[in-house]
Nanobody
Framework: QVQLVESGGGLVQAGGSLRLSCTVSGPISSINRMDWYRQAPGKQRELVAS???????NYADSVKGRFTISRGSGMTTMYLQMNSLKPEDTAVYYC?????????WGQGTQVTVSS
């Protein structure tokens, strides 16, 4: 059974940094896509960044140049380095894995950016 667990959220002042981690347990395919999503209160969940096993990464325009998605060497861990945080980055951040036509989600971690 595949499980995803996020960590690293918290409260930070505007301009600060946080690093989120997502650890995957269970069977993981050699070909997959891992993403970070976020959902702010009263808003729809939105895609923040994606990482493909061949190395491609994509970012939402709102975070380009500030956030960096990366994978651990064993490809079972994913990170989101968030710099120059803004109050509008406040949301619950979710780790997502897509492999073999299945979607897997973590429980989410809260990120709060104070002005």
């Amino acid at each position: 059974q595949v499980q995803l667990v996020e960590s690293g959220g918290g409260l930070v002042q505007a301009g600060g940094s946080l690093r989120l981690s997502c650890t995957v347990s269970g069977p993981i395919s050699s070909i997959n896509r891992m993403d970070w999503y976020r959902q702010a209160p009263g808003k729809q969940r939105e895609l923040v960044a994606s990482s493909f096993t061949e190395g491609t990464t994509n970012y939402a325009d709102s975070v380009k140049g500030r956030f960096t998605i990366s994978r651990g060497s064993g490809m079972t861990t994913m990170y989101l380095q968030m710099n120059s945080l803004k109050p509008e980055d406040t949301a619950v951040y979710y780790c997502h894995l897509f492999q073999r036509a299945h979607d897997y989600w973590g429980q989410g971690t809260q990120v709060t950016v104070s002005s």
